[in-house]
């Protein structure tokens, strides 16, 4: 059940689209309908997951197709922009870091699954993120995003104009996702994940090049964030959350915490750790999509 | 010389930055000063040119090796969100799509380039727009960048507040640029670059998923853009002129048109055609270069 579909609020693909784009080419992943037949590769998806990482993306496509013992597709984009692989009904795209390039990975997978005739696919991001009050390792399951102005909508510059759109998600998909999180013993919180435009002085670092606030600046930004029910930061959920509700496709962000920003501003753990830490999203995730549908 | 001092606003790296990040690791391009002895590889930098796409920057870094007849090194990023290749004195590192991934690829150079002891680095981005009334194929050479909301600032929000930079380029600098672009026969404009948080409808495009504008509203948006001297859009100029004229470094933005959006949205050349306005870019810059320092 779609959660999102209550907002009636659902846009269709746009009216110029079909008419003027016959022959549409998705630019960033380097194929269109003239190049590629679309429906015979993409028609049976069901789940797109995505991320920050190129190289993750492709070991995440890696590790499902080895567990559910089925194929995985080569590299399908043909750009350099992004990397898609294909695992039967789950199809791994990266979507680089920030939410400009998060948007332009969306539109073209949502034009995508469009041209696939894929009608009803899920997405979910599988991130890393920094902790706000939470252990290193903790995995998120995000209740809605917020953005760097501490409201609940993504701010689109459409025309010169300021348009916010709601950032809700999914509270079906983020119940059964944490239910999974329990079976696989996996530490799981939900709460609100802050989007930032920046990595550094957005997220109040102290470690950037820039910084003109003070080391007590950022305990009380954290501090502030953490009683508005922020759990971390990462900087793609706004659009993320806003893009899927406005398309009416199920959706949800699994991002874990590589640090407890109150302790500090640089990723310090052992490379085992940290690699122990990124495969949590995928285990809890890749849990919940075998569960579904029965791979 | 340096335009930009004279704003007399440089920002040194932040104060505690040295005191607390004795060890500190870059984390996106996976290296930091305890694993490479950052001055002996980066020392002799004195241009760091940067764009969007990964490909592309190595494929540029190929060609300056071959052309001054001096080895090219190995991608030296140890991460895979970014490439960086090095020539002589020129490092190549792309920034991905849109601010926020430029803005972490930014300060990490801009931290590098301390690490490494060198005072003074030329940052130009070489990069591919939409063309705004101007013809396919045309090197806009920035005068400023303009914001999607049509300030010639670079808004971020800190803090949870919003605050705005300014945006201008070194101006003698876009002149000795102009000035090669006519020794080499490279048809070369100047004017504003307007800044678009995402590839569709922060352009007006027709052709993505969503439209909620008519096509006379996007005719009116480009018109509007024209008369306000904008020559191209593309998605990180604000962020790039900000931060390199934050740090007192000679910055330039110099983007080839792949088209001009006043005909259509879809990128349609012929892949020689579109070899050739890729290399516009780098023929234009690396000549200014190889003048620079007599390599």
């Known amino acids: 059940?779609?959660?999102?579909?209550?907002?009636?609020?659902?846009?269709?693909?746009?009216?110029?689209?079909?008419?003027?784009?016959?022959?549409?080419?998705?630019?960033?992943?380097?194929?269109?309908?003239?190049?590629?037949?679309?429906?015979?590769?993409?028609?049976?998806?069901?789940?797109?997951?995505?991320?920050?990482?190129?190289?993750?993306?492709?070991?995440?496509?890696?590790?499902?197709?080895?567990?559910?013992?089925?194929?995985?597709?080569?590299?399908?984009?043909?750009?350099?922009?992004?990397?898609?692989?294909?695992?039967?009904?789950?199809?791994?795209?990266?979507?680089?870091?920030?939410?400009p390039s998060l948007s332009i990975m969306l539109v073209e997978s949502f034009k995508l699954m469009h041209h696939a005739g894929v009608k009803n696919p899920t997405f979910i991001r599988l991130g890393t993120s920094?902790?706000?009050?939470?252990?290193p390792g903790t995995v998120v399951?995000?209740?809605?995003?917020?953005?760097?102005?501490?409201?609940?909508?993504?701010?689109?510059?459409?025309?010169?104009?300021?348009?916010?759109?709601?950032?809700?998600?999914?509270?079906?998909?983020?119940?059964?996702?944490?239910?999974?999180?329990?079976?696989?013993?996996?530490?799981?919180?939900?709460g609100k994940t802050m989007c930032a435009d920046d990595f550094y002085e957005g997220q109040m670092r102290l470690d950037g090049y820039f910084c003109d606030y003070e080391e007590e600046d950022k305990y009380a930004f954290l501090r502030k964030l953490n009683a508005l029910g922020v759990r971390n930061i990462e900087m793609e959920s706004t659009c993320f959350a806003s893009f899927t509700c406005r398309a009416g496709f199920q959706s949800a962000i699994v991002c874990v915490t590589l640090l407890n920003r109150m302790d500090g501003d640089q990723v310090q753990i052992a490379k085992e750790q940290y690699i122990e830490y990124e495969e949590r999203p995928f285990r809890l995730v890749t849990a919940y999509i075998r569960k579904q549908t029965g791979i």
């Open 1 to 99: 059940m779609n959660g999102l579909v209550k907002n009636g609020n659902v846009e269709k693909p746009n009216k110029y689209f079909d008419i003027k784009d016959k022959r549409d080419f998705l630019y960033h992943f380097g194929f269109g309908v003239d190049t590629l037949d679309i429906p015979a590769v993409f028609g049976d998806t069901k789940f797109v997951c995505t991320g920050g990482s190129p190289g993750r993306f492709k070991l995440y496509a890696e590790w499902f197709a080895k567990e559910a013992n089925i194929p995985c597709s080569e590299n399908l984009s043909r750009s350099d922009r992004f990397v898609i692989y294909k695992t039967g009904p789950v199809c791994w795209i990266n979507h680089g870091m920030g939410t």
């Open 130 to 135: 920094g902790g706000v009050g939470v252990p």
């Open 141 to 190: 399951v995000s209740t809605e995003a917020m953005n760097a102005e501490l409201g609940d909508t993504y701010v689109q510059i459409i025309a010169g104009k300021r348009i916010e759109r709601p950032t809700q998600l999914d509270a079906a998909l983020r119940e059964a996702l944490c239910e999974v999180g329990k079976e696989k013993s996996i530490p799981v919180e939900t």
